[in-house]
């Protein structure tokens, strides 16, 4: 059973930045892409960044883009999100997910809350 559990969120002031850490486990990651999504109250989920586990490609909403950066650790079988230069349109729930790109089955983490105080 695949299990992810985020971690790292918090308070911040804008201009500031955090890390997230996405610890995952339950099985091998090799044929995942890992992806933070983010949801703001009243708003919908929106993607924000993405990477492929075998190869590491990245991928970013223009929203974040040379600001947020996604990386992992295999040896950890952890995806991190680091978060720069933080603005208050930031804060939202983050949401680690792991899509096998073989059955495109979508499994979540339970979020971590992020504030960006302005």
């Known amino acids: 059973q695949v299990q992810l559990v985020e971690s790292g969120g918090g308070l911040v002031q804008a201009g500031g930045s955090l890390r997230l850490s996405c610890a995952a486990s339950g099985r091998t990651f090799s044929n995942y892409q890992m992806r933070w999504f983010r949801q703001a109250p009243g708003k919908e989920r929106e993607f924000v960044a993405a990477?492929?586990?075998?190869?590491?490609?990245?991928y970013y909403a223009d929203s974040v883009k040379g600001r947020f950066t996604i990386s992992k650790d295999n040896a950890k079988n952890t995806v991190y999100l680091q978060m720069n230069s933080l603005k208050p349109e930031d804060t939202a729930v983050y949401y680690c997910?792991?899509?096998?790109?073989?059955?495109?089955?979508?499994?979540w983490g339970q979020g971590t809350q992020v504030t960006v105080s302005s």
């Open positions: 997910a792991a899509r096998s790109t073989v059955t495109l089955n979508d499994y």
């Open positions: 990477i492929t586990w075998t190869g590491g490609s990245t």
